[in-house]
């Protein structure tokens, strides 16, 4: 009896090394995991692309988020003071994020704006003009150059990541952005070059009107930001510039009310469609815009038609 009685508690005392064990192993690992957290959902599926498994990747913005406007909640900005890595956008974008991001670096965090590292380009007209375009990301060109900075921020300073596995992502995910741009610009192609003409509900396709050969007829809202509204002598303006230059389509960004575009095409007098874009976020999945790549090749053929191509 002695003996079992022994056996019994060595048997015991071994499985509560083991339960103690296991649970302070999924205790450390939850804790210890690595975190990046960005702002934008635009950035964060680029960013995850480049990421992968190595390391915990929180998104700040949902689907359909406008990041004009939004604002993060206090857990949120608790994530942003306890990553190891923020990428944020930058110039000027996450209006209502900047403070926490900024905040978070005094404190010591690692941050990424990435905007202001891929040659940004500055508004040529309307209440933002030669202010700094944070739309980089209409130019994939100008996205796979964030590609690289991402991943040496990430192996540079979110801990315990593996370089080589990091490095990897990034080519495969830059070779597909080098698709992308070929095939964009194949499409364009087929538009006539005097339609090749942009009106937009505010000013957030200059990048890509850059890259591919566009002109920046107007805007609805003639600024680099949503939260401005037009005046009766901006839409007047507008409508003239749109008649003179025989602009085919107003693009209207799916993640806002399109009611402005639809008063301009009331005003106007004239015969122009109103086509949505998906322009400053993505969509949830199977809504038409629920990565990067899908968003740009959704747009591309909603220009494309929108614009009459051949």
């Known amino acids: 009896m ?17 339960l103690l064990l296991g649970a302070s ?36 913005m949902q689907a359909g988020a406008d990041p004009h406007s939004f604002g993060v909640s206090a857990q949120q900005a608790a994530s942003i003071e306890q990553a190891d890595l923020v990428v944020h956008n930058g110039l000027g974008l996450e209006e209502n994020v900047l403070r926490h991001v900024e905040a978070a670096e005094e404190a010591g965090v690692s941050t990424l ?10 508004y040529t007209a309307g209440e933002s003009a030669d202010e700094a375009d944070p739309h980089f990301w209409t130019d994939p060109e100008r996205v796979r150059e964030a590609v690289g900075l991402i991943a040496d921020q990430v ?21 597909q952005l080098t698709g992308l741009t070929r095939w964009m610009r194949g499409q364009f192609d ?40 037009p005046s ?38 004239i015969e122009v469609d109103v086509v949505p874009l998906f322009s400053e976020s993505l969509t949830a999945k199977g809504k038409g815009a629920a990565t990067y790549l899908e968003m740009m090749r959704a747009n591309t053929r909603a220009i494309s038609k929108g614009l009459g191509a051949e």
């Open 2 to 18: 002695k003996t079992g009685s022994t056996t019994a508690r060595l048997l015991v005392a071994s499985l509560a090394g083991v």
């Open 155 to 175: 192996t540079e300073h979110v801990r315990g990541v593996d370089s080589t596995v990091v490095e990897k992502n990034a080519t495969a995910y830059a070779a």
């Open 113 to 122: 704006a990435v905007g202001e590292s891929v040659d940004p380009i500055a």
């Open 232 to 269: 009766a002598s901006d839409l007047k303006s507008l409508d003239t510039a749109i008649e003179t230059a025989g602009v085919k389509a107003i693009f209207a960004d799916s993640s806002q009310p399109d009611r402005l575009a639809q008063v301009l095409k009331r005003e106007s007098g």
């Open 190 to 229: 087929e538009i006539p070059p005097r339609h090749r003409q942009l009106v937009t509900n505010h000013h957030v396709f200059g990048y890509l009107a850059q890259r591919f050969g566009f002109r920046i007829v107007g805007a609805v809202i003639p600024s680099g930001t949503t939260l401005a509204s």
């Open 25 to 60: 192993g999924c205790s450390g690992g939850g804790q210890d995991r690595p975190s990046v957290v960005v702002t934008t959902n635009i950035l964060g599926d680029i960013t995850r692309n480049v990421v992968g498994d190595e390391a915990e990747v929180t998104v700040l």
